[in-house]
């Protein structure tokens, strides 16, 4: 049986899982309904039927998840409207007019009347925050359609700093958050806990691809996360937050619910079944990269923007302790070739051109800054020259 948790002062009741609509959509382009071939609008139908079967009534897409709207269109006015949450995602703009008729195309590609949730999508830097908190900008564009009765609640979605994710949270003018935090990522708690002091709620962006592609781990991480597969303790950890209360499932087929389900039987003895994986984890990171690494390797850190060539330490140098320490480097070579190719979805760059910069003074206050230059030459030699794009620009 499905459970719900209170999604922050929206006082909606939200699955624990949501359905996630970046998947079992047709092209990334938006496209005419008769382009769409019958098999695949048959099985995302299949999809949605399945998800409302299990409890999991929030849907959620983006205005740029191409064909996706398009097609949930055909569906969603043949579902009982009150018992469904729907949520699209239409990102900032310059001109405010332009958002405005992004979402009108939203709502009309969905053919609904209003939206349950309305995200500006990508609030990834200053200038995207600027473009919603600017005089007559988008947040102020929501507000005036959330009056009109075609938005009920109000929030965003980010993959930006920590910092970034802040200073959105802290003008008290969104409802809830979609952010990235799952085992392998956990840095942006602080932002959680901000969210949750501001009573929105929190949705889990991804945790199964970019928490690690757990839906294809390898053999080393599963045997870490035995007895549970690699994505049911994934899902069980982030869950175990009570600050948490739904992650996106983005299932391509129905049958991409069934392994999540399991979670749903254990989170009663979480914090019984958690710690020896946890220890498990924890330990093998130790052995492979050394305690003091492990402890010590982000301080001092310079952001990409800070750095020459806008190589990004940071992100490269997660991921590497990822490869060493779980063998995570089929995730890893994806997430490090997004880097250059991801505008400030994936900002900075490789490390493909390390020995071209003296990183010297912008490593100064690391600990680790005498061998973090050969470390990112290591890295890229392991990670690189494979061509990688984000969803939306396949």
Known sequence: MMLYRRFGRTELQMPVFSCGGMRYQYKWQDLAQWEVPEENQANLEATIHRSIELGINHIETARHYGSSEMQLGKIIPKLCREQIIVQTKVPPTANSKDFEKEFTKSLNYLQIDYLDLLGIHGINNTEMLAYCLQPDGCLDVAKKLQVQGKVRFIGFSTHGSTNIILETINTNQFDYINLHWYYINQCNWAAIEAANRHDMGVFIISPSDKGGKLYKPPQKLVDLCEPLSPMVFNDLFCLSHSQIHT?????????????????????????????????????????TLGEYWLK??????????????????????????LAVAYDMVEYARMRYNLLGNGSHWFPGNQADKVDEFDLRLCLANSPHGNMIPYLLKETHLILGFEEAKRLSQS
């Open 247 to 287: 992650l996106s499932l983005g299932a391509a087929k129905p049958s991409d619910f069934d392994k999540h389900l399991e979670t749903l039987d254990l989170l009663d003895n979480a914090q019984r079944i958690l710690p020896a994986i946890l220890e498990r984890l924890e330990t093998e990171a130790v052995r």
């Open 296 to 321: 010590t390797w982000h301080i001092g850190l310079p952001a990409y923007n800070q750095t020459p060539g806008y190589i990004n330490i940071p992100v490269i140098l997660w991921l590497r302790n």
